[in-house]
């Protein structure tokens, strides 16, 4: 029986009082609530969490439909009447809330009488009144009765069972058999199994990277559920006797090491897809999640009914998830032996071209471009309704360079697999880098790192902190982004970004452009190839006045520009042309301005109007400058940079001591602040944050 302090009683009572106060006021929400309890907002989110193990929005909604049950059984009011009462403006939100906690509409009350049952049915006899507090019946009543000195040996009360967040991962499957060969085989079943179970929406399931780290720890249940802050976890073991299967999985409660559920399959090999879904199936029972009839039919979905197909299939997955390019290459090798066996296996073919993908990703050639995209087009032909198949296209696309045609796919993916953080790090680095969006960049950053407690090694977990730290500073968060930072450097000290992007975010805490100088110059003597640090270290040298220092580092980046014949940072020739009017240089200035101009023309973010208010502010044409910043000040999800720079900026000198430039970036800057907290507050309330 879960028991609350009397402390702790006694705040939950302060907060329904605080609300029964504001209960007709619909505004009267988390924020509201934290500044009458006299507490800032996260601590408020997490006091409650742990009292009540509801959200805050939840808590405050809860009261209001209790107060709502009250007026119906013994008022006069009708339904409309009573939404408003209580703070719904809308009656049909209001009816819609109603009967999901009731699980009847507001106008049959009267017909369901309340009573404080045992868990045998029956009445209690004189039990006190909680008909308004159902919430906390699970957390106070023990401690109530045990206040009093009341023993009930006849039964338990019944009560509200505080669900725990269905957060599930599968560990890593052991193989039983004395055969290393059939390693590849366990380990399918561990990834169909996994991946059925991100199909379902009512589950948060880590991904397959962070459970492979406990491949072979020793560290009890209870310490690896706390490190991934998850309920549950899945283990699994088994082995190939012959033409069958036999495996054992259990379900374990994280927390306390308590085993909820063990089950033995045996099957031959020829059932395996039966078995795959029949796990995910049993498992998600076990834990009550909620399977909608769209996520039953892709988790029945049988990939293919060729054993053989298969068979090379898993070989082919076992080497992809190995990565590394000699494996990678192996891989498409058995992914093609199984598209021979079976022309119309959607599966392989996406695997195939992820393959290539990871294999091309960072090289300046895309050698398997062409292949990727017949695979993507094979995938999509056979099954469009695959997470994979929608993913895969998404990334042949992110190759060529259509970001547009990449999103509805990416999108569309992650509906039908809402826990792939495969797609959900996509979804991230495309907002951070071809459609800008810091607030979406910061959403899906935080969701990867919800879903990936880190991969194995500390290398790709450095650049995981580097995504987060970075989506962090993109919206305003400076300390939260420079503690993201410092974790990537703390698993990998050789990350040459994160230590890029700590020289800005230092500039942000402090405002010393010399010391963030002084660190891109450590940089640039680390790696002289770097030319981005080049063109920044003219950038910095720019905004300090120092035209002749911005000259000579533009100069060498300019001339890699061109002996490469590289189409790179276009959008930063209005500086370059400036810094070299500056020095004397006006030709070849007005030549980079002109082609910054011709930049804006095809420009297709939030920031185009800015740039054609700097533009013309250069030229001295302030009106037509204004028209283009009123323009931008309509934008959303701006990045911290530029309320960060643009007010420094030397070309604006002249410009911002205009009365109306000050008003209209005075709204720029206020509107990124209230947007910067609106992000949190969403994300604390989502559980995100």
Known sequence: MTVVSPQEKEFLDQLIAKIELHIAEEEFGVAELADAMHMSRSNLLRKVKKVSNLSVSQLINQVRLERAMDLLRTGTANVSEVSHQVGFNSPSYF????????????????????????????????????????????????????????????????????????????????????????????????????????????????????????????????????????????????????????????????????????????????????LQQEISQDIANEIQAVITPEEQSRIEKVLTENPKAYDSFLKGLDLLNKGGDENLLQSVTYFDEAIQEDGRFAMAYACAGFAFYY?????????????????????????????????????????????????????????????????????????????????????YALKGMQLDAGPADSVATSYFYLRLGNALIQTGFVDESMDYINKSLEYFSGNAYSRYVKAFVSYAQTKDLRLTRSLLKAEYARDSSRFDILQDLGKVSFYLREYDSAYLYYERFNRIRE??????????????????????KAEQGKKFIQSYRDYLDGDQTVYKNLGLAVYNAHHGDFDRALEHLRLFAKEDNIQFWVILFLIDDPAMDEFKKNPEFQKIWAGVEKKFWDNNRKIREQLEEEGVW
């Open 359 to 443: 294999y091309d990703f960072f090289r300046a050639e895309k050698v398997h471009l062409d292949q990727i995209g017949e695979y993507s087009d094979k995938a999509m032909l056979y099954d469009p309704t695959s997470a994979e198949s929608l993913r895969l296209k998404g990334m042949y696309y992110i190759l060529k360079q259509e970001y547009a045609q990449a999103l509805p796919y990416l999108e569309k993916g992650l509906e039908y697999n809402p826990n792939s953080s495969e797609i959900i790090g996509l979804l991230a680095d495309f907002y951070a880098n071809f459609l800008p969006n810091t607030g979406k960049y910061l959403e």
């Open 95 to 274: 009816i819609k809330c109603f009967r999901e906690h009731y699980g009847y509409p507001p106008g049959e009350a009267g017909k369901h009488p309340e009573v404080a049952l045992t868990e045998a049915g029956s009445p209690i006899s004189g039990a006190p009144n909680f008909k308004k507090r159902s919430w906390i019946i699970g957390s106070v009543m023990g401690i109530f009765l045990l206040a009093l000195g009341w023993f009930l040996f006849a039964g338990e009360i019944m009560k509200e069972k505080l669900t725990p967040e269905k957060s599930i991962i599968v560990l890593p499957f052991k193989n039983d058999s004395a055969d290393s060969t059939n390693v590849y085989l366990i380990n399918g079943l561990m990834e169909a199994t996994l991946n059925n179970l991100q199909k379902i929406k009512d589950l948060r399931v880590l991904s397959r990277t962070s459970a492979e780290k406990y491949r072979n720890s020793d560290k009890s249940i209870p310490e690896m559920a706390e490190e991934l802050n998850v309920s549950y976890l899945v283990e699994g073991s088994g082995q190939k006797m012959g033409d069958r299967i036999v495996l054992n999985i259990q379900l374990i409660e994280g927390a306390t090491d308590r085993h909820l559920w063990s089950k033995q399959y045996r099957r031959e090999v020829s059932d395996i897809f039966m």
């Open 563 to 584: 002996e490469q014949k590289l189409d790179v940072y276009v959008h930063e020739n209005m500086i370059i042309g400036e810094v070299y009017e500056k020095v004397g």
